[in-house]
C-alpha cells in the first residue's frame, strides 16, 4: 500500500528517489505531492522571460528565434548560442563544444527550457540548459513526451539536474500508485465552504483539465494550511487567560505624570492614542502583547518609554530587548537622556520619584556586569536595556512587569520565550513589541496570533523627506563615479554619509575571487566559458574591502570609520560616539546600523550590492538619514540587470517611502510561505499554497472554524485527523513560533 509516508525511493527506485531528496528535500509521497506546481503552461503560450531571478533555476516555455555556431578563437572548440524568445525579450541558450545541438535547435521550433540564470554583458542566459522539444505535429512518440500531452503543463520549482519535466514524470508514476488518504476536514465544514475532497485536490492540481479545476484544488490546499495555522493560534487564545499578567494602573502623582509634564514637544496624535491603548492594557491582568508598527523615526521608542514608566510607577520593573549591542547601548543612552533627572536614581541631583536605567550586554566587563546584574536583581534598575544576554538563566528581575521587544523580525522564537518567563511563577509579563516594518493586516492576523497592532502613521515634525535611487553600477559604471562625488560634496556641507555592505570580509568568509588573467581576460570578450566566466555571481562587497578601496580612492582624505558586528563592545561604540558626535565623516557598516540608530547630521545612506538585502531592510537603512533638518539621500547601488525581479524590486523602494506599500510588495516577492519558514524557524514551511496577501478571505473563514473546533474541543481529540494535519503543514518550530508570539 502506497501512503504519504510511504519514503520515495521505494516508489521510484533508489537513484530518483536519493535524486529528489538530495536536490529538493523530498523523501516521501507526502513531499511530493505537496511539491505543488509554481504555475502551468499552455502549449499556445510563450512563458514571459521578464521578471526572471539571476540565480534561481527557471523553467520557460519558449520559441527557438535563431542559431549560431562559432569556433572560439582563443581555444579549440565551438559554440553554439541559441536565442530563444517569448515573443517580447530574448533569452541566450549557450552551449560549449556541443555543435550538434545547432541541427536540433532549428528556428520555430518550441519547447521547454531549463537551468540557472545568469547575466552576461547585461543580457540574461542559461549556460548549457536542458529542455524538451515539442513536436509541433504530434507524430513522434518520443518527442511529444506524455508529460506535454496535456493542455496545461505544471511547471515546478526545479533544481540542476532535476528540470520540471522530470518532476512531472515522478509525481504521475507516484499519483499511479498512491491508494489516497483520508479527509481530515470534517464533511459538513467541506460542505459549508464548497471544498473539494483532498485526494481529489492533490490529483487535480498536478494533472488538471482546465484552469477550474486548478482553482478548484488551490481553493482546498489553501485552506488546509490556513485552518491549521489558525488552529494553533485558537489553542493560544483559550490558554492566554491561565498566565495573568501583574496589572499596572496609572496613576496621576508617579514618574510618568512627572516625566510627561517635563516633554519640551507636544505627543502626536498617534502617540496620544496608542498611548492610551498601552496604559488600558497594562491596567488590567490579561497580558498586554501588542505590536506597535510605525514608520522609521515615528517616535515607538517614546511610546515604549511612557508605558514602562507606567509599570515602574507601580514598583514593577521593564525590560527593553535589542537586537545588538549597538543598538541596546544607543536605546540606553537614549533613554537615559529622555529621563534626566529622573532616569538617575542613587545619584547626586537625582529627582524624587526617578529610577535606574541599566544596560546588560554580554560583551560588559565583568565588574560593570556584576553590576547590572545586582541592579536588575534588587530592582535597583527600573529600566533594564540589553541583548540576548538578559536571556540568560543567570539574570534575573525583582519583579518584571513589562518587556519591549524592539525589531520583533530579528529575535528567535525561544529568545521571546525566555524572556516572558522572567516574570517568576504563574505571573507573565505585559509584552509589547516595537517594529518599522509595517505588517499587512493577513500577515498580523496569521503570524502574530492575538497580538493586537497599532500604527504610527505620523512622523514627528522636523523629520525631512528622503529621496531614494538605483544606481546600476554594472550598467552605468559613471554613475557609482557620480554618487561618490555626492559623497564628498554631503561631507564638504558638514553632512555625514553612511556606506552600508552585506558583509564584513574577513578571511573567513568568501575571500574575493582572484582577478583574471590577460588570457582568462581574452576569452571573457570571446564568449562566457564555463565556471567563473559564465555569469557566476561575485561574492557580496565587504565592509573592510569597500573602506579600504574607499579611502584610497574616491573617498580619499575623508575621516573614515569601520563598524561591524565582530568589533569589541568597546570599540564598537567608540565607533559609534565619534560617528555621533562629529569626528567620523563616512561610516563602513554592516547592518548593525539597521535599526534605532540616530545621527540626526547623517544626510546620506549608500547601500553596497542593494540587491542582497531584502525590501524591509532597505526601507529600515534608508530611514537612518533625514532624520535633522537636510533632506535625506539613499543610493542603492546594485549589479542587478534591468528587467529581472531583482531590479524591480530595487526600483520599486526607489519609488516609495511609504513602509505600508513595501510591506505589501515584501509579501508579493515571497516565495511559498517563508512567512512561517526559513526566515522564523530556520525550516522549510509547510504553507506552500496560501498567499497572505491574497488570501484574506480564506484566512478570516479558517479563523472562524478554527474558533469554533477548539471551543468544542480543545485538545481535537475528536479530530485526530486535523490535529495530524496541523503537525503535518505547521512543522513544530513554526507552531512553537505561533505560539510564542
Not at 527557471?58 to 562559432?70: F, Y
Not at 519547447?111 to 545568469?118: P, Q, R, S, Y
Not at 499511479?176 to 490529483?203: I, K, Q, V, Y
Not at 523602494?653 to 510588495?665: H, P, Q, R, Y
Amino acid at each position: 500500500m502506497t501512503t504519504l509516508e510511504t519514503g520515495l525511493e521505494r516508489v521510484l527506485g533508489g537513484k530518483t528517489g536519493k535524486a529528489l531528496e538530495s536536490a529538493l528535500g523530498l523523501s516521501t509521497v507526502g513531499d511530493l505531492v505537496r511539491h505543488y506546481p509554481r504555475r502551468y503552461a499552455e502549449r499556445g503560450e510563450l512563458t514571459a522571460i521578464a521578471g526572471l531571478e539571476i540565480d534561481e533555476h527557471a523553467t520557460v516555455l519558449a520559441k527557438v528565434e535563431r542559431v549560431t555556431k562559432r569556433s572560439m578563437k582563443s581555444r579549440r572548440g565551438t559554440i553554439v548560442e541559441a536565442r530563444i524568445t517569448d515573443g517580447h525579450r530574448p533569452l541566450l541558450c549557450t552551449f560549449f563544444n556541443q555543435a550538434w545541438r545547432e541541427r536540433e535547435l532549428l528556428p520555430g521550433r518550441r519547447g521547454m527550457f531549463a537551468g540557472k540564470v545568469t547575466a552576461y554583458k547585461g543580457a540574461l542566459q542559461l549556460a548549457h540548459p536542458e529542455y524538451q522539444l515539442f513536436d509541433e505535429q504530434e507524430q513522434d512518440a518520443g518527442s511529444a513526451a506524455e508529460e506535454f500531452a496535456a493542455a496545461l503543463i505544471p511547471v515546478y520549482p526545479s533544481a540542476q539536474g532535476l528540470p520540471s519535466w522530470s518532476i512531472a514524470r515522478c509525481v504521475r508514476q507516484v499519483l499511479d500508485t498512491w491508494d489516497g488518504a483520508e479527509d481530515p476536514l470534517p464533511e459538513p465544514l467541506r460542505a459549508e465552504h464548497r471544498l473539494m475532497g483532498l485526494e481529489s485536490a492533490l490529483r487535480k492540481i498536478h494533472q488538471p483539465a482546465d484552469h477550474g479545476e486548478v482553482a478548484a484544488a488551490q481553493n482546498r490546499l489553501k485552506w488546509d494550511e490556513a485552518l491549521a495555522v489558525q488552529l494553533v493560534l485558537a489553542r493560544l487564545r483559550e490558554t492566554a487567560h491561565e498566565h495573568p499578567a501583574p496589572a499596572s494602573p496609572r496613576r496621576d502623582d508617579g514618574l510618568l505624570a512627572e516625566f510627561d509634564r517635563g516633554l519640551p514637544f507636544r505627543l502626536t496624535q498617534g502617540q496620544t492614542d496608542i498611548g492610551e491603548q498601552i496604559a488600558a492594557d497594562l491596567a488590567t491582568e490579561h497580558p498586554m502583547n501588542r505590536l506597535v508598527q510605525g514608520e522609521v523615526g515615528s517616535g515607538k521608542t517614546l511610546v515604549a518609554l511612557r508605558g514602562m514608566l507606567q509599570v515602574v510607577d507601580s514598583g514593577r520593573q521593564a525590560a527593553m530587548l535589542a537586537p545588538t549591542e549597538v543598538l541596546a547601548a544607543q536605546h540606553a543612552r537614549s533613554l537615559a537622556e529622555l529621563l534626566g533627572d529622573l532616569g538617575r536614581a542613587g545619584e547626586l541631583g537625582a529627582a524624587e520619584h526617578a529610577t535606574g536605567v541599566t544596560l546588560l550586554t554580554g560583551s560588559l566587563p565583568a565588574a560593570q556586569r556584576k553590576k547590572a546584574l545586582l541592579a536588575a536583581a534588587s530592582g535597583e534598575a527600573g529600566i533594564v536595556v540589553g541583548t540576548h544576554a538578559l536571556i540568560q538563566d543567570r539574570v534575573s528581575f525583582a519583579d518584571l512587569g513589562m518587556v519591549v521587544v524592539d525589531e520583533q523580525h530579528r529575535f528567535g522564537v525561544e529568545q521571546r520565550d525566555a524572556l516572558r518567563a522572567r516574570g517568576g511563577g504563574e505571573v507573565a509579563p505585559h509584552v509589547l513589541v516595537m517594529t518599522a516594518t509595517p505588517i499587512p493586516r493577513t500577515v498580523a492576523m496569521t503570524v502574530y496570533g492575538d497580538l493586537e497592532t497599532s500604527a504610527l502613521r505620523e512622523l514627528p515634525q522636523g523629520r525631512s523627506p528622503i529621496s531614494t535611487s538605483v544606481v546600476p553600477a554594472a550598467e552605468k559604471p559613471a554613475w557609482l563615479d557620480r554618487a561618490w562625488q555626492r559623497v564628498r560634496e554631503e561631507v564638504t556641507a558638514g553632512h555625514q554619509v553612511y556606506v552600508v555592505c552585506p558583509r564584513i570580509g574577513d578571511d573567513e568568509q568568501n575571500p574575493p575571487k582572484k582577478p583574471k588573467s590577460a588570457q582568462e581576460s581574452e576569452v571573457d570578450e570571446e564568449a562566457p566559458d564555463e565556471g567563473a566566466d559564465s555569469g557566476e555571481r561575485r561574492s557580496p562587497l565587504s565592509v573592510l574591502e569597500v573602506a579600504e578601496k574607499l579611502s584610497a580612492g574616491p573617498l580619499s582624505g575623508l575621516r573614515l570609520g569601520v563598524l561591524h558586528g565582530r568589533l569589541p563592545a568597546d570599540d564598537k561604540d567608540a565607533v559609534m560616539r565619534a560617528f555621533a558626535d562629529g569626528g567620523v565623516d563616512v561610516l563602513v557598516a554592516t547592518t548593525v546600523v539597521e535599526v534605532g540608530v540616530n545621527v540626526p547630521n547623517a544626510t546620506v545612506m549608500v547601500i553596497m550590492d542593494a540587491d542582497r538585502f531584502g525590501v524591509s531592510q532597505l526601507h529600515q537603512l534608508r530611514g537612518r538619514v533625514g532624520r535633522g533638518s537636510a533632506p535625506g539621500l539613499c543610493l542603492l547601488v546594485s549589479d542587478a540587470v534591468a528587467g529581472t525581479t531583482t531590479r524591480e524590486r530595487l526600483d520599486s523602494v526607489a519609488s516609495t517611502t511609504d513602509g505600508f506599500e513595501l510591506a505589501k510588495l515584501d509579501l508579493e516577492l515571497r516565495r511559498e510561505g517563508d512567512v512561517l519558514g526559513a526566515t522564523q524557524s530556520g525550516r522549510k514551511s509547510g504553507l506552500k499554497m496560501l498567499s497572505l496577501l491574497r488570501d484574506e478571505d480564506v484566512i478570516a473563514e479558517a479563523r472562524v472554524a478554527a474558533q469554533h473546533l477548539v471551543a468544542e474541543d480543545p485538545a481535537l481529540r475528536g479530530h485526530p485527523g486535523l490535529a495530524a494535519m496541523v503537525t503535518e503543514l505547521v512543522d513544530a518550530q513554526s507552531a512553537g513560533f505561533l505560539e510564542k508570539s
